[in-house]
């Protein structure tokens, strides 16, 4: 499930980032990201399931019982 922009930013600013952080822990531009968080572009499935994965949102198992 991909996050609307309000809960991409939510996120972003509850772990203490800035845009270009997450960006860099994502592996995509900043201007990609501004672009995911303006609602412009939807960020891709992958992208996401990254950034929460290497933020520590989430863990390996949550994103293996999503994938199912």
């Known amino acids: 499930m991909q996050p609307r922009p309000d809960t991409l930013r939510t996120t972003r600013n509850g772990l203490g980032l800035t845009?270009?952080?997450?960006?860099?822990?994502?592996?995509?531009s900043l201007r990609a990201w501004v672009k995911y968080e303006s609602g412009?572009?939807?960020?891709?499935?992958?992208?996401?399931?990254?950034?929460?994965?290497?933020?520590?949102?989430?863990t390996l198992k949550q994103l293996r019982r999503e994938i199912r």
Do not use: H, K, N
């Open 19 to 28: 845009q270009a952080q997450a960006a860099r822990l994502a592996l995509v």
């Open 40 to 58: 412009e572009r939807a960020i891709p499935a992958p992208t996401w399931a990254l950034f929460r994965l290497l933020s520590g949102i989430t």
